[in-house]
């Protein structure tokens, strides 16, 4: 089958979901590659390079579409996209299902099959898919690069001829897939690392990285903030005042905030207040990786840079991702491939839409005339 990508149409979208090297891959499972020109330049990846890879290059948005059974692209379809699927195609794409039921019940009523990377179930298994995983580990490293940036100090401590100089102290705010990455780079360049999360069990993780889990003065026994499947539940209001009173006490030493505490469908927890920003010193930065969902910090503009009144940025980007482009491509490319790979089980360029895999059904949102989201839990772990 022929598989094309096309060039993503959200505005500033740098990522690409095919690269040279996946598709030399994506070509040893039997299929054929096509890329719409100009799609992977943005990544760093020229026609050229794809043509050298054996990929067609489609000289329009319509030609790729046309040209392709299957089209795999990074963002959620416009609804322009949406409009050029037809019966028997298959879309795999983020999607946010919930979010975009339209584009959903539209996609299925043309008879095409839609695979949400970002419904593929977090199962061992199906790690090497987990594009959320994937992208979120770019967002948390490139959060702290983007902090540096902004800081306009070392991370690491330094005595020199010219003065001593104190290491950074940073805290990440959520230690998941992108706290975790987060403390990582913190930690490398040197600075003093403290992370919270409320789910207890990752202060093993958090320590084994060099950094400092921040314990709270509360009950242990009530301090367990995990729901089911790793995810976090909402903490109870006591909770929540221990957390922030002890974050108050945090805040004048701190120089650098890395928030990335989510809970699954809702609003993003407010953990960073104002009166905790008004308490900063003047050139510390925060950044905010839950702007998406209201930010951690509710002074945050979503995609924009601010600066308070007392010198602290406050930085609400959405499109951390993208601005690793060619890092995030090869990585999105290869979980694309290797939904291809679990696609295509014989190797032969034939595609079997097993709707009794977990994983497949877990990621398929539209398939045979109908909306198949959301799935039935699956039945491993
Ligand atoms: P997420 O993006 O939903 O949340 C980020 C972090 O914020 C979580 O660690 C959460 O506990 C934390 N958080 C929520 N409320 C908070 C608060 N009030 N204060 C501080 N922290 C708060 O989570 P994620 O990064 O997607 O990861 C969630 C879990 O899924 C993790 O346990 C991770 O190990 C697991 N996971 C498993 C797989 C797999 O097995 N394939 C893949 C990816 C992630």
Redesign the pocket.
């Known amino acids: 089958l022929k598989i094309g990508t096309p060039k993503e149409t959200f505005d500033g979208e740098a990522r690409v979901a095919m690269t040279p090297a996946s598709a030399k891959d994506l070509q040893k499972l039997g299929h054929e590659c096509v890329i719409e020109t100009g799609a992977g330049a943005a990544a760093g990846f020229s026609d050229a390079q794809y043509k050298d890879a054996g990929v067609t290059v489609a000289k329009t948005a319509a030609a790729l579409w046309k040209a392709s059974d299957v089209v795999a692209k990074v963002r959620a379809p416009s609804e322009a996209e949406v409009k050029r699927l037809r019966e028997g195609q298959t879309l795999i794409s983020f999607f946010n299902p919930a979010g975009n039921k339209d584009l959903m019940d539209a996609a299925a009523q043309k008879g095409s099959t839609v695979i949400a990377m970002d419904m593929v179930p977090?199962?061992?298994r199906?790690?090497k898919m987990?594009a959320?995983?994937s992208m979120?580990n770019i967002a948390g490293y490139r959060a702290v690069i983007e902090a540096g940036n902004n800081f306009g100090r070392f991370f690491t401590g330094q005595v020199t001829a010219a003065g001593k100089v104190p290491p950074a102290k940073v805290l990440v705010?959520?230690?998941?897939?992108?706290?975790l990455a987060a403390i990582g780079t913190s930690t490398s360049l040197g600075a003093i690392t403290y992370a919270?999360?409320?789910?207890p069990e990752?202060a093993e993780q958090v320590e084994s990285m060099g950094a400092e889990f921040v314990f709270l003065d509360f009950d242990e026994e009530q301090q367990d903030?995990s729901a089911t499947?790793?995810?976090?539940a909402v903490?109870s209001p006591e909770f929540?005042a221990a957390?922030l009173a002890k974050f108050r006490e945090l805040a004048p030493d701190i120089d650098i905030v890395i928030c990335?505490?989510?809970?699954?469908n809702r609003e993003a927890?407010e953990?960073w207040t104002p009166d905790m920003v008004a308490s900063m010193k003047p050139g510390s930065v925060i950044i905010d990786l839950a702007a998406e969902k209201g930010g951690n910090c509710k002074m945050t503009v979503m995609d924009q840079k601010i600066v308070t009144d007392n010198g602290v940025t406050i930085i609400g980007y959405t499109d951390f991702p993208s601005r690793m482009a060619a890092q995030a491509s090869t990585l999105y490319a290869t979980n694309i491939r290797h939904m291809m790979t679990d696609l295509t089980p014989e190797k032969d360029g034939v595609i079997n839409h097993n709707m009794e895999d977990d994983v497949i059904r877990g990621a398929t949102i539209a398939h045979a005339k109908e909306v198949t989201f959301p799935p039935p839990p699956p039945k491993i772990a």
């Open positions: 977090r199962i061992s199906a790690q987990d959320l995983s979120a705010v959520g230690a998941g897939v992108a706290g919270f999360d409320v789910r990752v903030g499947g790793g995810y976090a903490s929540t957390q990335t505490a989510l809970i699954p927890p953990l």
